[in-house]
């Protein structure tokens, strides 16, 4: 089969690799249908994630059909369209159990990372019961590839670790995919001000297109002048940060209202300044985390239902065997403006 294999820093190539096969009863051989280039996988070219080695095929999310089962796969069958979970879990260990599947003993974030990922034509899926979800007949497939990784990213680790309440004012900084995903998610709970904060001109306007209601370019704003400007000197109930870099993490830190929850989405680099001589005695949460994808389900019936358009998050449509285009123009999304792109075999 052919695959976008990374061959060390700065180095991948659209290539051959073997056709994976079951290697355990509990895996499934999925044929993908659609698949996307997430952030991380800029990272990881960028030669961030040292845990990944030359030869690993990469890429974590993506819809697909099931080939072939193992003999203890219960759930699936071949010939199933399934959606391929960024996290893979075992369901039976204790952090399965909790629910925290990004901790699962023999899974977590492994897809792309340390076995070979879905930016290929077939990926070997482990413990498919519970990392594979059943596509319903007739849905939007490529819109699916969004519940891969960043709407129950942003949902979980945004929305629902900073306690997004109805009529609340909520700043979001950064509006990458995960940004949009939290965006988008904030709104099934009815906050009152939804503000993205951000410095690409086009991914504003799409933010306010996803139900922003005030957008701060900090290219022409003082980001936290303006978000005590918008709420009375207060600051704001939740401050979502998901870019990942010292400087964004410092705007939550300053505009966080007393009470508030500091949700950090990004994924920081390098360690960042944190203000607990300031934050303590405003009574300020802050919380963390990798997402567990125990939503999925819950997202799909939304994304199902009409709730919310996944879809809009789509930019750019390429074929499969053109990845490397497709990580040109992602790679450099603020001059393509680009926010998915989804790639189709
Ligand atoms: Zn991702
Ligand atoms: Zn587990």
Redo the contacts with the bound molecule.
């Keep these: 089969m052919k695959a976008l294999v990374y061959l060390g820093p700065g180095e991948k190539s659209w290539t051959d690799k073997p056709t994976p096969a079951i290697d355990k009863p509990t895996d499934a051989v999925v044929r993908l249908l659609h698949t996307t280039i997430c952030g991380t996988d800029l990272h990881i070219l960028e030669g961030d994630v040292p845990e990944v080695t030359p030869g690993r095929v990469l890429g974590h999310e993506g819809v697909g059909v099931v080939e072939t089962v193992g003999a203890a796969v219960r759930n699936f069958k071949p010939g199933d369209h399934v959606l391929i979970s960024c996290v893979t879990?075992?369901?039976?260990?204790?952090?399965?159990?909790r629910q925290m599947?990004s901790h699962?003993?023999?899974?977590g974030w492994i897809l792309g990372h340390t076995i070979d990922g879905t930016q290929a034509e077939y990926v070997r899926i482990p413990?498919a019961d519970?990392s594979l979800y059943p596509i319903p007949a007739g849905a939007d497939e490529q819109a699916l590839v969004m519940l891969s990784d960043i709407l129950p990213t942003g949902f979980e680790i945004g929305v629902l670790a900073g306690k997004v309440k109805p009529g609340d004012s909520v700043a979001i900084v950064g509006a990458g995919p995960v940004g949009m995903a939290a965006l988008l998610t904030a709104q099934f709970y009815s906050p009152a001000m939804l503000i993205v904060v951000d410095a690409d001109r086009n991914r504003l306007e799409v933010a306010q297109g996803f139900g922003a209601t005030h957008l701060i370019d900090i290219n022409s704003e003082n980001a936290v002048q303006r978000i005590f400007e918008l709420t009375d000197g207060v600051g704001v109930d939740v401050a979502i940060e998901a870019v990942g870099i010292p400087a964004s993490f410092d705007t939550c830190q300053a505009v966080i209202a007393p009470g508030g929850n500091i949700a950090n989405v990004g994924v920081h680099g390098k360690s960042v300044e944190l203000h607990l001589e300031k934050l303590w005695i405003q009574n300020i949460n802050l919380s963390t985390g990798l997402v567990n994808t125990n939503t999925t389900p819950m997202l799909l019936k939304t994304v199902q239902a009409g709730k919310i358009d996944a879809s809009q998050l789509i930019t750019h449509r390429f074929a499969l065997a053109d990845i490397l285009a497709a990580y040109e123009v992602f790679g450099n999304a603020a001059r393509e403006k680009a926010i998915k792109v989804i790639l189709t075999q």
């Design positions: 879990s075992c369901g039976s260990c204790t952090n399965c159990r599947y699962c003993a023999d899974g413990h519970n």
